[in-house]
């Protein structure tokens, strides 16, 4: 990276961000709240590049999900109380790093990589956290959160000793839903808090299941809508190309499409 490069377009970038506040009505009347929505767009527009392989596009949006920490920290910096800038954020993020990595700063150290994680949460714990889930943003997709609550408590022991009765696990929350969903009458309004209840330690138990076998719920489930996605856009295809209204298509006239469109993709 050449350093004059990235210190002058540094330079600029913060020249725009400073006139953008000052001058245009829209960016001016922007708050930590009102910026929120667009933060979660852009980091799910960048998730979207790299589901679909868009090197090309990636840069572009990497640009604006920076630019939109950016603005968050141009913000702060206008109030009196408890204000920072992207000065202190960079800085702060640096001397983080370099505090939970003494392997890497500090000479003479010599380990491997799961020292290196139970490190990183010694040193989480050591600048003022009461637990070890802290940290861990419930604003996350739920998947996430499931995996990351799992992970933090496996790292401290809180686990199964080998994914046998975590599978076993599943089978009986399974069977609990099912439990719950006899009594229930498919096509009320909402279901009742214990069928919701029992669904959602089923996905639980699920998300435990891919952690074992070091598979990430989040994506494995983004994988499994776009393909869908694209099964479905094709039978919407082939019924217009054949002339048929979805609509009045039978379930085995699409699913026959659905079977042809999981062939072509072999």
Known sequence: MANDTL???????TDVMS??????????????????RYLLEECYEVLDCLDRGDHDNLKGELGDLLFQIWFHCEVSSEHAQGSFDLADVVGGVADKLIRRHPHV??????VDAAWVKKNWQKAKMAEGRTSILEGIPLA?????VALSLQEKAAGVGFD?????????????????????????????VEAPPRVRSEFGDLLFSLVNVGRWLKISPEDALRETNIKFRARFQFIEDQAKKNGQVLE???????????EQAKSEEE
């Open 7 to 13: 210190i002058e377009n540094f330079r600029r970038l």
């Open 105 to 110: 700063f500090e000479p003479g150290s010599d």
């Open 19 to 36: 006139r953008l506040r000052e001058e245009c009505p829209w960016d001016r009347r922007q708050t930590h709240s009102s910026l929120r």
């Open 248 to 258: 009045e298509m039978t379930l085995a006239e699409m699913d026959a499409l659905w």
């Open 140 to 144: 996350m997709p739920s998947l996430q």
């Open 160 to 188: 199964w000793p080998n994914m046998k009765p975590v599978l076993e696990k599943v089978k009986e929350e399974l069977e609990e839903f099912l439990t719950e969903h006899e009594n229930h009458t498919v096509g009320e």
